[in-house]
């Protein structure tokens, strides 16, 4: 089917899936941030683009945005999603399911608890399979996040970004995203709260090709000094209710209150991927001031998801 893009946002895909951050090349990123300017300015160019294009959407966990904004964003441009809740490979195996739904629909967009599950979709299914969110990753979200730091800043080359809490799914996923876009980055947490080993290696490797720098400390004051992008999420990730007493306690010098942003470049912007603990991880006077583009992070998942889906199913 053709597709009306600009001929100058037309490149070859290279990516399948979208599994994890790294799936996606340097150079996709960049046209990613290039395509959702685009659509973003001019929605009704791209109304048609993906007529008769249909997703399947499984959840195993809830959503308001990712979900919201991958239904909004195929009907917005011309196709539909079919979505299913709940366990994704529970009455059969998980081969059997994607190559049922790979039959039926022209991609597979898919959160879930463990990042396994999403590699053995991948793996099985012969249309492209996009994280929605696991255990180790949330590359949708990133894409968003970076993109509203460009539209913060009006480039990202030379900022700091500093990410406050846990070394979880969205922490992983902006500092594999943001490195690679100039950025330097800081992950401030408790210790013994990192990202895995393996992920920060990935993340070095990125940073070596794009002269950027990755740091963890394990002090918020020291992570957010000089920074141009203060980032937090919740202390607990959905699937770690159990650990929640416990986190709450060895997170608490890690919130993003109002002495800690002081502490940030005055012009610094605060994001949180929502949704956000109010008391917790980050306070309500931070979450309302004039500094937090919470919700633009939020808008910005709708043009994002459609540049990817413009991109990995034309
Ligand atoms: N930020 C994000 O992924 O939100 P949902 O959990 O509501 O999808
Ligand atoms: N880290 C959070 C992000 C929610 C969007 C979680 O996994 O629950």
Redesign the pocket.
């Known amino acids: 089917m053709a597709v009306t893009l600009p001929a100058e946002l037309m490149w070859k895909a290279t990516a399948q899936d979208l599994r994890k951050d790294l799936d996606l090349s340097n150079e996709e990123v960049c046209s990613l941030m290039e395509l959702t300017e685009q659509v973003k300015a001019h929605p009704s160019r791209f109304a048609r683009s993906l007529a008769g294009r249909y997703l399947s959407l499984l959840f195993e ?1 809830p ?1 308001l ?2 979900r919201l904004t991958f239904e909004l964003a195929i009907k917005q441009l011309g196709g539909d999603a079919v979505v299913s809740t709940g366990p994704v490979a529970e009455r059969e195996p998980l081969k059997d399911v994607a190559r049922n739904l790979d039959r039926w629909t022209q991609g597979i967009v898919a959160r879930v608890f463990q990042q396994e599950t999403i590699d053995e979709m991948a793996r099985w299914s012969s249309v492209p399979v996009i994280n929605a ?1 696991s ?1 180790l990753y ?1 590359p949708c ?1 990133a894409l968003a996040d970076v993109f509203t730091i460009r539209e913060q800043f009006g480039e990202t080359r030379g900022l700091k970004v500093t990410f406050v809490g ?1 070394g ?3 922490a992983n996923s902006l500092m594999l995203t943001a490195t690679r876009l100039g950025m330097d980055f800081t992950l401030g947490c408790p210790a013994g709260y990192e990202p895995r080993p393996e992920i920060v290696s990935d993340a070095m490797a990125l940073a070596a090709v794009a002269g950027t720098h990755i740091e963890i400390v394990h002090d918020a004051a020291k992570a957010v000094a000089g920074a141009h992008a203060v980032y937090t ?2 202390w ?5 209710e159990r650990e929640a007493d416990q986190r709450r306690q060895n997170f608490l010098p890690f919130q993003v209150n109002e002495a800690l942003m002081a502490k940030a470049r005055p012009d610094a912007v605060f994001m949180h ?3 956000a603990k109010r008391g917790q991880e980050v306070t309500d006077g931070v979450m309302e001031s004039g500094q937090s583009v919470v919700f633009d992070q939020a808008e910005n998942r709708l043009h994002a998801q459609k540049a990817l889906l413009l991109m990995m199913l034309s």
Do not use: E, F, I, Y
């Not at 607990?236 to 770690?240: K, P, R």
């Open positions: 966990k959503s945005r990712t969110l255990d949330h979200q846990d979880n799914n969205v999420d919740v607990a990730s959905m699937g770690q991927c929502l949704p």
